[in-house]
């Protein structure tokens, strides 16, 4: 199932990969030993479910289980971490336990290789072709665009490489640059480029001018810093293309990521010191506010969601659509409005022979100030999308057998019942529509841009601020 955990970082994996070395240092444990270390584990790991976990009386719910597992693991009869594991699932379907694994290695395996160079590729028959270029990275700099042929990796030929051949010679962990040979459209030079590595900075932006009047950024996930390069290519489009004046913001099959990010993209367009949104942890909650500036200058937005935009990546244009600073354009989104946190959990004894746990916990439900979440219903567009081109139908968050219920109960506000407002895209439609990298028709964005088109002001009533 999608969704991402919204609050965990990759410093904090990173951080609890490094513990785990300690964790499984020494050898030569008796049994008493090994179990009285995985009882300290499972006994903290419950302490901190019982006072962190947003159900409140999940823990007392759930004693009699809780005292059966403990019984079994004191007598070597479960398999520890599966035991752990299946109990904190019990407590909602995205809590969960694992055993913290350490691998080493220099830097994180999610910057490494074409990443680090801000790309995506896909093989296409023996060819190796640039799918995806990444705002502010080194390929975009250097002007790489989807279709770009790559021959050449450091001056060897692809054609002389297997996949992991090609995996290790790209920012393989030591490298400060690569050389990338570039063969573009049906000429047969290839210009070479010393691409930098960037092994640090995570970059999820992508930037383009559809007609020279409408700027798309597409984000792919919610990334620590994603504002900055909202921020950077709003106004780099500006720059190179005066007519800009209006945007989409593509958050389609965008699982999440950091609820921060989502938070501060809202920000940048949201000229008004309102609460934004409102974290619910158990008894408490805590406002998250907009700071005054819109980078955007007002300028009419739409943002485009589908059944694959979650966690994070439904935060933000419901925020944007709570404070009327945008219209949503698309499909019913996959309803993951609650929040997780992760806890390392070790033995008293630090270098015990049992490595030590990752308990991933939902603390939090994450609502609009009016209260309303999109917790298992997802966000509502305000222009729906229909085309026989769309999965007639996708998982959702309401779905999972132990989904944390929706604060407000989960059904439809007045306001969500009145978005009735549909666009029909089908496979035969005849107007101007916009294709994708695939030479497909896309139906969402072909809608979205059609909502921007029919708007004849620069402040519609739908953009009027709270």
């Given at each position: 199932m999608p969704g991402g955990t919204i609050l965990q970082s990759k410093k904090a994996i990173a951080a609890l990969t490094i513990l785990g070395a300690f964790a499984s240092a020494s050898h030569g444990q008796t049994e008493d030993e090994l179990i009285a270390a995985r009882l300290q584990v499972f006994d903290k790991?419950?302490?901190?479910?019982?006072?962190?976990h947003y159900l409140k009386g999940r823990y007392d719910a759930l004693a009699a289980d809780i005292e059966r597992v403990r019984v079994d693991i004191s007598n070597g009869r479960?398999?520890?971490?599966?035991?752990?594991?299946?109990?904190?699932?019990?407590?909602?379907?995205?809590?969960s336990f694992s055993k913290i694994v350490f691998k080493?290695?220099?830097?994180?395996?999610?910057?490494?290789?074409?990443?680090?160079?801000?790309?995506?590729?896909?093989?296409?028959?023996?060819?190796?072709?640039?799918?995806?270029?990444?705002?502010?990275?080194?390929?975009?700099?250097?002007?790489?665009?989807?279709?770009?042929?790559?021959?050449?990796?450091?001056?060897?030929?692809?054609?002389?490489?297997?996949?992991?051949?090609?995996?290790?010679?790209?920012?393989?962990?030591?490298?400060?640059?690569?050389?990338?040979?570039?063969?573009?459209?049906?000429?047969?030079?290839?210009?070479?480029?010393?691409?930098?590595?960037?092994?640090?900075?995570?970059?999820?932006?992508?930037?383009?001018?559809?007609?020279?009047?409408?700027?798309?950024?597409?984000?792919?996930?919610?990334?620590?810093?994603?504002?900055?390069?909202?921020?950077?290519?709003?106004?780099?489009?500006?720059?190179?293309?005066?007519?800009?004046?209006?945007y989409i913001l593509d958050l389609r099959d965008n699982t999440g990521g950091q609820a921060?990010?989502?938070?501060?993209?809202?920000?940048?367009?949201?000229?008004?010191?309102?609460?934004?949104?409102?974290?619910k942890i158990r008894d408490d909650s805590g406002n998250v506010y907009n700071t005054p500036g819109d980078h955007a200058q007002a300028a009419p937005l739409v943002v485009l969601v589908n059944h694959d935009s979650w966690s994070a990546a439904e935060l933000a244009p419901m925020a944007l659509q709570y404070h009327r600073r945008a219209k949503i354009v698309g499909t019913i989104t996959g309803g993951k409005g609650t929040s997780q946190r992760t806890f390392s959990i070790f033995p008293n004894r630090l270098r015990s022979f049992l490595p030590g746990g990752a308990l991933t916990i939902t603390e939090s439900v994450i609502t609009m100030p009016d209260g309303n979440s999109h917790q298992l219903k997802g966000v509502i567009p305000d222009v729906q999308v229909l085309s026989n081109l769309l999965p007639a139908k996708a998982p959702r968050e309401a779905d999972m057998k132990l989904a944390i219920p929706n604060p407000m109960g989960g059904a439809l506000t007045?306001?969500?019942?009145?978005?009735?407002?549909?666009c029909e895209v089908h496979a035969d439609f005849k107007g101007a529509a916009v294709y994708g990298h695939d030479g497909k028709i896309d139906p969402i964005l072909t809608c979205g841009v059609m909502v921007l088109r029919n708007q004849t002001q620069a402040k519609a009533a739908a953009f009027v601020p709270r």
């Open positions: 790991t419950m302490a901190v479910l019982r006072d962190n479960q398999d520890f971490f599966e035991a752990v594991d299946a109990l904190a699932q019990s407590f909602d379907s995205r809590t080493k290695r220099k830097r994180d395996a999610n910057a490494l290789g074409f990443a680090a160079l801000g790309l995506i590729t896909q093989k296409t028959g023996a060819r190796l072709l640039v799918d995806r270029v990444f705002f502010n990275t080194s390929g975009f700099g250097a002007g790489l665009k989807h279709g770009d042929a790559i021959v050449s990796i450091d001056g060897k030929s692809v054609t002389e490489m297997n996949t992991a051949g090609i995996d290790e010679a790209v920012c393989n962990d030591f490298a400060d640059f690569t050389q990338i040979g570039i063969a573009r459209g049906k000429g047969k030079a290839v210009i070479q480029h010393d691409l930098e590595c960037n092994y640090d900075t995570e970059h999820a932006v992508e930037m383009r001018v559809i007609n020279d009047k409408i700027g798309y950024i597409k984000i792919d996930s919610f990334v620590e810093f994603v504002d900055f390069d909202v921020q950077e290519a709003i106004q780099t489009m500006r720059k190179t293309h005066p007519g800009v004046k209006s921060l990010a989502a938070q501060s993209l809202v920000d940048l367009f949201v000229d008004s010191g309102d609460v934004s949104m409102i974290k007045p306001a969500e019942k009145a978005r009735t407002e549909t």
